[in-house]
């Protein structure tokens, strides 16, 4: 018997049908397939289409079907966080917008902002709840329709970003699995590489800020490059170091996808075989915080019983982090 630990008893996901390929981007913008491929390997990308549709429905689709591969009924879910940087609207959060739609009437939920990070930030924080002994059920959502903040005249940023949901559910077990230990990082001074200005309490909306395209996610991509490859190889090498592992202890790192040469590039830095590194960029491009519970999801199947992970991410902000996760269960039983 361990002590009372945070697993991830489910893993579900959901991405909207629209495929936006590199070649209709040709259409938008002056770029071309090769370019997208060999900088960023992103193939394709999927886009959230509908009147009045907005992260709730991604969030949604993906709890929802969480909720029916764990038969787990919706009343005794005590909480859900959803993670996000797109939410349906300034208030109330999506969370709760979230619970409403899936039926979850005795849950309490909020949301949380840390970019590309929130996942991370999302999944430490319910973990932290599970292991209070208080709550039994809470669901961790990383979901972002980031089609509703790309300008789709700029080929540096709408060549890279695409919507998505991913959603895990958290449990209590004496366990010698689940949740381990995080490192979290965050750094204000990174806010001039990659923000969203206008709609804020700084820059409220008006004809102006619409005017000026600050509605739209705004990028700086090689500064921010380089942070993300130092972020997350620093805070992976500080996670093993302080958990006394290697990388062969590791059997996957399951990275946030914002650019496939930076997931080379931690590889390399921590001489990690990228064949153990999951990716699927090709697929999906940055959905921002819902990279990782997608990627978990697309990976449940390979990870077996007593897996040691590192989740890591890096985004706007700065924030950045990395997750040490012992897995629970044999994927293939599902
Ligand atoms: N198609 C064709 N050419 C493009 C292009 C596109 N979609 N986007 C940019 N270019 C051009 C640039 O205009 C530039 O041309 P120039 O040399 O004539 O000025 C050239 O390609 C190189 O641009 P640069 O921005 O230096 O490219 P890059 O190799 O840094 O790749 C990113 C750009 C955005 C892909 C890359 O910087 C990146 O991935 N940054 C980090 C993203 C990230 O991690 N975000 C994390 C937060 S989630």
Redesign the pocket.
Known sequence: MGSLKAVITCVNAYVPDYILTNKELETL????DE??RT??GIEERRLLKGEGKGTSELASQAVLGLLEKSGTDPLDVDLIIVATVTADMHFPDTATITAHKTGMKNAFGFDLSA??SGFLFALTTGARYVESGNYKKVIVVGADKMSSIMDFED???C??FGDGGGAVLLEPQESPYGFMDSILHSDGAGEQY?HMKGGGSRYPSTHETVDKKMHYLF?D??P??KA?VKGMSSSISALLKKNALSPDDISWIIP?Q??K??LNAVADYLDFPIERVAINIEKYG?T?AATIPICLWEWEKKLKEGDNLILTA???GFTWGAIYIKWAYNGNNN
């Open positions: 913008v002056d770029t071309n370019w997208i900088r960023t970019a590309c080929r540096s940023t060549i890279l990659l990028q991509g090689r921010v490059f993300a946030h914002a650019n040469r930076i940055n921002t890096f985004g706007g």
